[in-house]
Nanobody
Framework: QVQLVESGGGLVQPGGSLRLSCAASGSIFSSYSMGWYRQAPGKQREWVATITSGGGTGYADSVRGRFTISRDNAKNTMYLQMNNLKLEDTAVYYC???????????WGQGTQVTVSS
């Protein structure tokens, strides 16, 4: 069982920055691929970024060049640095862990990011 807790959300103006964190517990963090997803009001949850257990990364086209995903296995924590935020980045951001072998997945409870002037 894996527990995931997101933090770092908040209200920011367009062009601003935020850093989200996802703290994991309950299993071997380095065995999991980690990802960020988001869900805006009235829309389906969408993938934002992934970082594999080996450190490989991938980004949705909408955030590439503005967001950076990273992980610190020693701290069992994943991060999402979000720069040049846009109004359309407003959403609840969720972290997800996926075991690299079993593909069993876990979700956090989400953190709200609101971009508004």
């Amino acid at each position: 069982q894996v527990q995931l807790v997101e933090s770092g959300g908040g209200l920011v103006q367009p062009g601003g920055s935020l850093r989200l964190s996802c703290a994991a517990s309950g299993s071997i963090f380095s065995s999991y691929s980690m990802g960020w997803y988001r869900q805006a009001p009235g829309k389906q949850r969408e993938w934002v970024a992934t970082i594999t257990s080996g450190g490989g990364t991938g980004y949705a086209d909408s955030v590439r060049g503005r967001f950076t995903i990273s992980r610190d296995n020693a701290k069992n924590t994943m991060y999402l640095q979000m720069n040049n935020l846009k109004l359309e980045d407003t959403a609840v951001y969720y972290c997800k862990s996926t075991h690299k072998t079993t593909q069993k997945a876990y979700w956090g409870q989400g953190t709200q990011v609101t971009v508004s002037s």
